[in-house]
């Protein structure tokens, strides 16, 4: 993981009118790392998640992509940040009516000047890079749970993204398929050398995956930890913390 941040947050309230969700955030996501946003339910993981890629803009506060203001920047600045960046669902998100290669190709399309051909390649090598070789011509409604998980991450995977974003990426997944993927996200950090950004409540994910983190607490309705999360199991700067890395153990 590299020192240089790919993202920084600076002094971040996140509303909805009046409703404060989170308020005073501010911390740096380090080029190559697993970053995981977690908490508790209703902390406002996904809201966080929501603002990083640019769907919700901050009530207060700054984020920025390297040295770009992304919310005080020109919507064509803010469009080509984006295409940097890739987008892992928590339903998969894949169309229903469309192959897997077809749902993997659309980015391409939208994009790029790529012949039909030459998208299809591209879309069959994203699927063989998640262990989908074989199932180009697969409807999502033909396969499982997991299998339309790493779809999703070879549609997300489609141009090339230097980040990539997870929204709870083992929900409804067995522990099987679940660790069949932690596995892959790791696999494509190592061979990619993308940034990974994750929200996610899963212990064994979290410690299995992510080397930092940020800490997001409902009640004070604000960050209360950040850092590796192996570090903060032995080292909790708060009861909180403790209390939320050490669930269901005895």
Same mark, same amino acid.
């Not at 939320?244 to 153990?249: C, D, E, V």
């Given at each position: 993981?590299?020192?240089?941040?790919?993202?920084?947050?600076?002094?971040?309230?996140?509303?909805?009118?009046?409703?404060?969700?989170?308020?005073?955030?501010?911390?740096?996501?380090?080029? *190559?790392?697993? &970053?995981?946003?977690?908490?508790?339910?209703?902390?406002?993981?996904?809201?966080? %998640?929501?603002?990083?890629?640019?769907?919700? =803009?901050?009530?207060?506060?700054?984020?920025?992509?390297?040295?770009?203001? &992304?919310?005080?920047?020109?919507?064509?600045?803010?469009?080509?940040?984006?295409?940097?960046?890739?987008?892992?669902?928590?339903?998969?998100?894949?169309?229903?009516?469309?192959? +897997?290669?077809?749902?993997?190709?659309?980015?391409?399309?939208?994009?790029?000047?790529? /012949?039909?051909?030459?998208?299809?390649?591209?879309?069959?090598?994203?699927?063989? %890079?998640? *262990? @989908?070789?074989?199932?180009?011509?697969?409807?999502?409604?033909?396969?499982?749970?997991?299998?339309?998980?790493?779809?999703?991450?070879?549609?997300?995977?489609? %141009?090339?993204?230097?980040?990539?974003? &997870?929204?709870?990426?083992?929900?409804? @997944?067995?522990?099987? /398929?679940?660790?069949?993927?932690?596995?892959?996200?790791?696999? +494509?950090?190592?061979? @990619?050398?993308?940034?990974?950004?994750?929200?996610?409540?899963? +212990?064994?994910?979290?410690?299995?995956?992510?080397?930092?983190?940020? &800490?997001?607490?409902?009640?004070?309705?604000?960050?209360? =930890?950040?850092?590796?999360?192996?570090? @903060? +199991?032995?080292?909790?700067?708060?009861?909180?913390?403790?209390?939320? %890395?050490?669930? *269901?153990?005895?």
């Amino acid at each position: 993981m590299s020192d240089e941040a790919v993202i920084s947050v600076q002094n971040l309230t996140m509303a909805y009118g009046s409703n404060v969700i989170q308020r005073d955030l501010t911390f740096d996501i380090g080029r *190559g790392s697993i &970053f995981t946003i977690m908490g508790g339910s209703g902390c406002g993981k996904s809201t966080l %998640l929501r603002h990083l890629i640019g769907l919700n =803009a901050p009530a207060k506060g700054n984020i920025f992509y390297g040295e770009t203001d &992304f919310w005080n920047c020109p919507a064509e600045i803010q469009n080509g940040i984006m295409q940097r960046n890739g987008v892992l669902y928590q339903s998969g998100a894949l169309w229903s009516s469309l192959t +897997l290669a077809e749902n993997v190709g659309l980015a391409l399309e939208e994009y790029t000047d790529l /012949s039909r051909g030459r998208i299809h390649e591209l879309a069959k090598l994203k699927l063989d %890079l998640v *262990g @989908l070789n074989g199932f180009e011509d697969f409807y999502p409604s033909a396969i499982s749970g997991g299998m339309r998980k790493r779809a999703g991450l070879a549609r997300a995977m489609a %141009l090339d993204p230097e980040i990539l974003f &997870f929204d709870e990426p083992s929900a409804g @997944l067995d522990p099987i /398929s679940s660790k069949r993927l932690d596995d892959l996200i790791l696999q +494509l950090r190592d061979s @990619l050398g993308a940034t990974i950004v994750i929200v996610t409540h899963e +212990l064994p994910q979290i410690f299995a995956i992510s080397n930092d983190s940020v &800490f997001l607490d409902p009640e004070t309705k604000t960050m209360i =930890a950040a850092g590796d999360p192996k570090e @903060l +199991l032995r080292n909790p700067p708060d009861p909180r913390v403790r209390e939320f %890395l050490t669930r *269901g153990k005895s």
